[in-house]
């Protein structure tokens, strides 16, 4: 009797290298929310709510120029961070979650990329997922807005096109966070997801309540501070309500601490604790 072959083919590739290792981690954290169908749903609910009509609408109306003010106001819309809310929780319910359910945490923690080489792959992957809604669509926006201007100044809205390019970025940028911190609190995706969602209204909340006692409570607002924040990257300038200096401590408190806990979770599962 002979032998059956088993059909073992040898790899023929090519290692990544150790420091581009985390792009590995992003892209398959992208393909696989590209095939998860709530996202692609309510990504695609989204953008057509929140981008197109006004795409639409902002390119047939008369206009000289791509102006600032035009789109802070369409990035700062409440609808706009409803739907990213949304998408945050979507993607970040499993990114950390599921490798701790799964004791697969350790295969990238290994040496063969490390802790910090795990975080970067999965905040990007996030990054990147998310951006699909942020700064895809927003970019799209004023590129069509500025691409049937009547007026001549295109320097002046190629400078609003770069000004949303940061915007749209920093978007994500401010949300992602606090999403992967909740994710890794928890092995369940759902909790995740769900914990995500309220953290974010849970402190509209109580924005809301408090603002009638001081307007600086206003800040405490999630959706707030994108908005103010965006205004200072279209180089708006501030209303004189607005404590600048709670501003930017609120944009750290929203982005440094939540990376250095979800940092401070690795190491420990790195550990074996």
Not at 141 to 148: E, F, Q
Not at 262 to 270: D, L, N
Request: hydrophobic share 50%.
């Amino acid at each position: 009797m002979g032998l059956n072959p088993i059909g073992y083919k040898p790899w023929d590739g090519k290692r990544t290298e150790h420091s581009r290792r985390f792009l590995v981690v992003a892209e398959s954290i992208l393909r696989h929310k590209l095939k998860a169908k709530w996202f692609m749903a309510m990504l695609i609910i989204g953008t057509f709510l929140v981008h197109v009509l006004p795409i639409i609408f902002n390119s047939i109306m008369p206009h000289q120029g791509l102006e600032a003010e035009v789109m802070r106001d369409h990035l700062g819309d409440g609808l706009y961070f409803i739907f990213e809310v949304i998408l945050i929780s979507l993607v970040c319910s499993d990114l950390i979650s599921e490798d701790m359910r799964s004791n697969s945490f350790i295969l990238y923690v290994s040496r063969a990329m490390g802790a910090r080489g795990y975080l970067l792959g999965k905040w990007s992957g996030a990054m990147v997922t998310v951006g699909l809604f942020t700064l895809l669509p927003p970019l799209a926006m004023a590129i069509a807005i500025t691409a049937t201007q009547s007026g001549s100044d295109y320097l002046a809205s190629l400078t609003v096109i770069g000004q949303t390019l940061i915007a749209g970025t920093w978007s994500a940028a401010l949300m992602v966070p606090a999403g992967m911190a909740i994710s890794s609190l928890t092995v369940k995706k759902t909790y995740a997801s769900v914990g995500t969602f309220m953290f974010f209204f849970g402190m509209m909340v109580v924005s809301g309540i408090f603002t009638s006692i001081s307007p600086d409570w206003s800040l405490l607002n999630p959706s707030e501070v994108l908005y103010q924040s965006h205004t200072v990257l279209y180089g708006i300038e501030l209303s004189e309500g607005v404590n600048r200096f709670l501003l930017g401590t609120m944009a750290f408190l929203l982005t440094v601490p939540p990376m250095a806990f979800v940092h401070y979770r690795i190491m420990r599962k790195e550990v074996g604790r």
